[in-house]
């Protein structure tokens, strides 16, 4: 039987892991820096908590940037594996018309995350917060505690989250800590976030906080479909939050260009046939004989000259093929998520520090990417469940 675990985070990643040792009568410390566990958690659940994504394993994986460190990891542990694992303990999952999975209406983020924290203690976990990470060593690691200061040795999962939302303890601040110990790391960079746009003031004045539905976006090589809100700054939603590595890529070089199709399931043809018919403006014709808005509209005519609104070819063109100019990206504060954080060059393919001694590192602390609908959370319960396989086999 392994000895007892030490777990640096009591976020999504490291309660999940403290429930399942204790499931195999594994104890285990859950420390944290803050006041209580899980506050990311709830934030996220804030707007109904997505916990994974129904999505078939051949292409959940893809979701990742990059995929192939998780890969033998989801081989093992997949989200219909964990969507099992929580109906077993009682909780009841929907699934909605997207594909993203929700606990049940009666299952309220606080409620789960406090039973899973029963569950844990109840199988031999222990949490201590108030003991904020200050030196990690390849031998083990030191936290600041009401008390003075604690050494901790033998088996350590490093779960300390991203740099977002640094209101609920994840501060991204134990970077420098392992700089220090001698390991690889990448800066944090907002992902799944806000991105800035100078949209003209009077397209702002009518539009700010109207939503582009029915959308196709693309960057680059990457498209999605959905939704997305005008902000004062720029653009964000889950219609965009999928090209963020895209996104963040071109900005590398100065600016992005995010294209948008405002009429997907019109094929430019057929578009230019319903333009071409019929009396009066052009602007007149787009709103009576097709389903664009009227922020919609006004987002084409934005961006294009009154010359090309004579057009109904060249207006159709700009309807299906709408350049946006992406300057930057939102603040990392704001941001769902990060990228960046521990290089994945310093860990094995069941997430243990190459440098350390029994040291493992999960969750958003990570350097990979991935968007939301449920796919940080399900990466976080994969993780943990792969390095909690390795204390049982021990
Ligand atoms: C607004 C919002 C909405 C979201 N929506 C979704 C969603 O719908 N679906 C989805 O899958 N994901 C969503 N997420 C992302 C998801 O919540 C995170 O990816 C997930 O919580 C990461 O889990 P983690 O355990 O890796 O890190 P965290 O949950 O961030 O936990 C890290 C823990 O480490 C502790 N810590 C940090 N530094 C130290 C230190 N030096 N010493 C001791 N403890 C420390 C922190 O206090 C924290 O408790 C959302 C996030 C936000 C902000």
């Known amino acids: 039987m392994a000895e007892k675990v030490n777990i640096i985070g009591a976020g999504a990643a490291g309660?999940?892991?403290?429930?399942?040792?204790?499931?195999?009568?594994?104890?285990?410390?859950?420390?944290?820096?803050?006041?209580?566990?899980?506050?990311?958690?709830?934030?996220a659940g804030g707007g109904g908590l997505n916990i994974t994504h129904s999505e078939p394993a051949e292409s959940f994986i893809h979701k990742y940037t990059p995929a192939a460190f998780l890969k033998p990891a989801f081989d093992r542990y997949s989200n219909l594996t964990f969507m099992q694992w929580l109906e077993d303990l009682g909780f009841s999952l929907y699934t909605g018309s997207s594909g993203r999975v929700f606990p049940s209406k009666n299952d309220k983020p606080i409620a789960l995350l406090n039973r899973l924290i029963q569950k844990a203690e109840a199988g031999g976990a222990t949490f201590s917060f108030q003991h904020k990470l200050t030196q990690?060593?390849?031998?083990?690691?030191?936290?600041?505690?009401?008390?003075?200061?604690?050494?901790?040795?033998?088996?350590?999962?490093?779960?300390?989250?991203?740099?977002?939302?640094?209101?609920?303890?994840?501060?991204?601040?134990?970077?420098?800590?392992?700089?220090?110990?001698?390991?690889?790391t990448e800066d944090f960079a907002a992902s799944n976030c806000q991105f800035l746009v100078d949209w003209p003031s009077s397209f702002l004045q009518a539009h700010e906080g109207k939503p582009l539905k029915n959308t196709r976006f693309s960057c680059g090589t990457y498209h999605t479909l959905g939704e997305a809100v005008i902000t004062r700054n720029g653009i964000e939603g889950s219609g965009v939050y999928?090209?963020?590595?895209?996104?963040?890529?071109?900005?590398?070089?100065?600016?992005?260009?995010?294209?948008?199709?405002?009429?997907?399931?019109?094929?430019?043809?057929?578009?230019?046939?319903?333009?071409?018919?019929?009396?009066?403006?052009?602007?007149?014709?787009?709103?009576?004989?097709?389903?664009?808005?009227?922020?919609?509209?006004?987002?084409?005519?934005?961006?294009?000259?009154?010359?090309?609104?004579?057009?109904?070819?060249?207006?159709?063109?700009?309807?299906?093929?709408?350049?946006?100019?992406?300057?930057?990206?939102?603040?990392?504060?704001?941001a769902i998520s990060t990228t960046g954080g521990l290089a994945l060059s310093e860990i094995d393919e069941t997430f243990r520090l190459i440098r350390f001694n029994q040291a493992h590192a999960i969750g958003e602390m990570l350097a990979y990417d991935a968007p939301t609908g449920g796919y940080l959370l399900q990466s976080c319960f994969t993780m943990a469940a792969t390095v909690a396989q390795q204390f049982y086999a021990t």
């Open 15 to 43: 309660v999940f892991l403290a429930v399942l040792l204790s499931q195999k009568g594994i104890a285990s410390t859950v420390y944290d820096a803050n006041v209580a566990a899980g506050r990311k958690f709830l934030v």
């Open 136 to 184: 990690v060593a390849a031998n083990g690691c030191i936290l600041e505690t009401p008390t003075g200061l604690k050494e901790i040795k033998g088996p350590i999962v490093y779960a300390l989250g991203g740099a977002s939302w640094r209101v609920t303890g994840s501060t991204g601040e134990w970077l420098s800590l392992f700089q220090s110990a001698g390991c690889e």
């Open 242 to 334: 999928p090209l963020s590595p895209a996104i963040r890529h071109q900005l590398l070089s100065g600016k992005a260009t995010l294209l948008l199709d405002l009429l997907p399931l019109v094929t430019s043809d057929e578009l230019v046939q319903r333009l071409s018919r019929g009396e009066g403006p052009l602007s007149k014709r787009i709103l009576s004989t097709t389903s664009l808005s009227r922020t919609q509209l006004a987002l084409v005519k934005a961006f294009t000259s009154k010359e090309v609104f004579q057009h109904p070819t060249q207006v159709a063109q700009r309807i299906k093929q709408l350049p946006i100019i992406i300057t930057s990206t939102g603040t990392i504060d704001d």
